[in-house]
């Protein structure tokens, strides 16, 4: 056993934490109040590597396995959250699909422009009418001829507004049931028949930016389907799975990031003649966050590592990522708490994360459906 | 030619740390490399993408096996290969001249750039007393420098102002804050980095004995007198003041 993050990773750590507190965090503001992610940072993130992380060497990227992708996660996860939110839906859900089952030539028409940052990625599943229960989407993809005409509409995309390419789920065939679902790769820009709807106006995770995504009559090359035909529900899925260890990585990062501000805070101010931080309800707070990150970590670490080493991780991957944010949620309490008024104005980052950070325990799987996944695992 | 960067391992700005057993302990503090050593870095790729003819930039740190992430550092950032000449002895920077001139002449390397002053304990000294081993000009507290065939220009703070040099290589050069701006090394770097050549080397061959023996160590403690003068009354506050400044902390006349 070895809990220590092999050399290279601590320096990518490192390296995108301080591309994150020093290049990111002084436009933070500016991103929070233009809802937009300057393009300079975004040029800074692509030449640090960020949107190549899940992409292997030959197409361009860095590579990483599970273990160091999740790394750069918790990394990403101290900075702002809705700039972490664009790379994650890009380098997460956005990516694997593709990298995970596309063929040599699709993946040489996008992986190297995803990997330099000019095509950015999203990956569409849900519609308003199935969030939750996704297995039953109804957008339809029927081959015509050598394309497939979608139809349908998906709500909640993150990137979508920005999207060069988009991983989309619909039906192929609705006689299959739920193994009647394929995956197509989707250019929003340049398919007659997709239209990208308003930007939707979140509470958090300001800059990243989330949309519907209508198809009427939206004609996709079959050369664009992604794996085979039919490829179910459970493979659609497991573009997820993978996606939900990430999500746990973040949330440890953004809870070590209130820790800090936390201890720094409790350190400096004064009250009744001395620092906050002599006060054992204080202390408390802070061993309580601590617990919860430690707890976080050591689960992401053993997850990325199972993945790396091609075990089944559909259970423990949701429950790492239904504790890691149900912990964050806590952890932000406790840390706009310690921080008092100052923790609910809008010049401290502690106001943001708490903003921010919810919405991790709703995307890739509310925490109840992670409970369900758990559940009936535990009873197959 | 080739450039010589000299690379130490320090506790991070933030860092804290302890003392056990009359030394500085610094276990569990977070260590980077040294910022002023960074700028020698940074300095070599970029005499290098500026079109000087640099054949090869190495990098070179003694101490323990923990340094070797200082090193990966400069091989991320673009260094070519690096030496570590690994050792738990704390060298001096007198005896780590010694080390440095050697492994310049035995790189045949013409070029030294190390940082102007230590992060950590704050000496000024390797520089010179690197370029006083091999009889090579110094050029202290660099602000800029340009390379055109074996001759080295640029300016550097002296005692009276800002002198622009001329010296023919081979010759030592220290960074200071200003000289450049850092880069970051990037995550396709970082991974480039792990399969460059990072050479280890043993003391022993060097006879670089350190000659200052540490004897104790503190943690210098800041007391505060927290003194309040009363403000209601602006102009007897004041005169409170001035003579409290000059009378007890004896910092004015
Ligand atoms: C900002 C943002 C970005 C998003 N980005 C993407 C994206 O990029 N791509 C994408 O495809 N989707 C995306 N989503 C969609 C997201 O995954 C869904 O919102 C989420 O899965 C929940 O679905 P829903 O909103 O329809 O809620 P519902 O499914 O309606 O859930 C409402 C409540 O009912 C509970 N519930 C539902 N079913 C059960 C059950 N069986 N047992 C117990 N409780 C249950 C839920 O847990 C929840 O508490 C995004 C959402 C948001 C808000």
Redesign the pocket.
């Known amino acids: 056993m070895n809990f220590t993050l092999p050399e290279d990773l601590r320096e990518m750590q490192a390296a995108v934490r301080g591309f994150m507190l020093e290049v990111v965090e002084a436009r933070a503001r500016e991103i929070e109040d233009t809802n937009r992610v300057p393009p300079e940072l975004l040029r800074g993130a692509a030449e640090l590597g960020l949107f190549g992380l899940s992409i292997p060497e030959e197409y361009g990227g860095v590579g990483l396995g599970a273990l160091g992708r999740c790394a750069v996660y918790e990394a990403l996860g101290q900075g702002h959250m809705g700039f972490g939110g664009v790379i994650s ?1 890009h380098a997460s ?1 956005g990516t694997s699909g593709l990298v995970r089952l596309g063929t040599e030539e699709q993946k040489r028409r996008f992986l190297p422009r995803m990997a330099s940052g000019e095509c950015i990625a ?5 519609e308003p009418s ?5 297995a039953n989407i109804r957008t339809r993809a029927e081959r015509r001829g050598d394309v497939y005409v979608l139809n349908g509409t ?1 709500h ?4 979508a507004p920005v999207a060069g390419l988009l991983t989309v789920i619909a039906v192929t065939d609705p006689a299959r049931g739920t193994r009647g679902m394929s995956a197509f790769l989707v250019e929003p820009g340049r398919t007659p028949g997709v239209t990208i709807g308003k930007i ?1 106006e ?1 509470m958090g ?1 300001k800059g990243s930016l ?1 949309a519907e995504v209508i198809f009427e009559d939206a004609e996709v090359p079959a050369a664009n389907l992604l794996g085979p035909e039919h490829l179910g529900y459970r493979e659609a899925l497991g573009i997820l799975t993978n996606g939900r260890v990430g999500i746990a990585a973040r949330a440890t990062g953004a809870m070590q990031r209130l820790l800090d501000l936390s201890v720094a805070h409790a350190k400096t101010r004064e009250q009744f003649g001395q620092p906050i931080a002599e006060f054992q309800a204080v202390q408390f707070m802070l061993a309580e966050m601590e617990v919860a990150i430690q707890t976080s970590r050591l689960l992401w670490q053993k997850v990325a590592w199972m993945v790396d080493e091609g075990q089944d991780v559909r259970r423990m991957a949701s429950v790492a990522k239904l504790y890691a944010t149900e912990m964050l949620s806590q952890v932000a309490d406790k840390a706009v708490q310690v921080a008092g008024g100052m923790g609910y104005m809008k010049d401290s980052p502690v106001e943001r994360y708490y903003r921010d950070q919810r ?1 991790l325990r ?8 992670q409970k ?1 996944i758990i559940a009936r695992d535990l009873l197959a | 030619m080739k450039i010589l960067t000299l690379v130490r391992q320090v506790p991070d700005a933030e860092a804290r740390v302890k003392i056990s057993g009359g030394q500085v302990d610094l276990e569990g503090a977070t260590l980077v490399m040294d910022g002023m050593d960074e700028y020698g870095v940074e300095e070599a790729l970029r005499l290098r993408e500026g079109g000087a003819a640099v054949e090869e930039i190495v990098a070179l740190a003694t101490g323990p096996k923990r340094v070797e992430d200082a090193l990966r550092t400069a091989l991320a950032m673009g260094v070519d290969r690096a030496i570590h000449v690994e050792t738990d002895q704390a060298l001096d920077p007198i005896a780590l001249s010694r080390v440095v001139a050697q492994v310049a002449q035995a790189e045949g390397v013409s070029l030294i750039l190390v940082g102007g002053q230590e992060a950590d304990w704050d000496s000024q000294a390797l520089g010179a007393a690197t370029a006083e081993r091999l009889g090579w000009p110094q050029l202290t507290w660099t602000n800029e420098l340009a390379l055109e065939g074996d001759t080295l220009t640029g300016r550097h703070d002296v005692d009276d102002g800002n002198e622009s040099f001329r010296v023919p290589l081979p010759a030592v050069v220290t960074t200071q804050q200003g000289l450049n701006e850092p880069r970051y090394p990037t995550l396709p770097n970082i991974m480039k980095a792990k399969k460059k050549e990072l050479r280890k080397d043993t003391l022993d061959a060097y006879g670089a004995a350190p000659t200052v023996r540490v004897v104790g160590s503190d943690i210098q403690t800041r007391a505060r007198l927290n003194k309040m003068i009363d403000g209601k009354d602006p102009q007897a506050a004041a005169a409170e003041l001035l003579d409290l400044l000059r009378n007890e902390a004896k910092v004015i006349a």
């Open positions: 839906a859900i999203g990956f569409a599943i849900t199935s969030g939750s229960d996704a998906k909640y995309i993150s990137n939707d979140k995770q989330s919405l709703i995307y890739e799987g509310t925490s109840e459906i369900l």
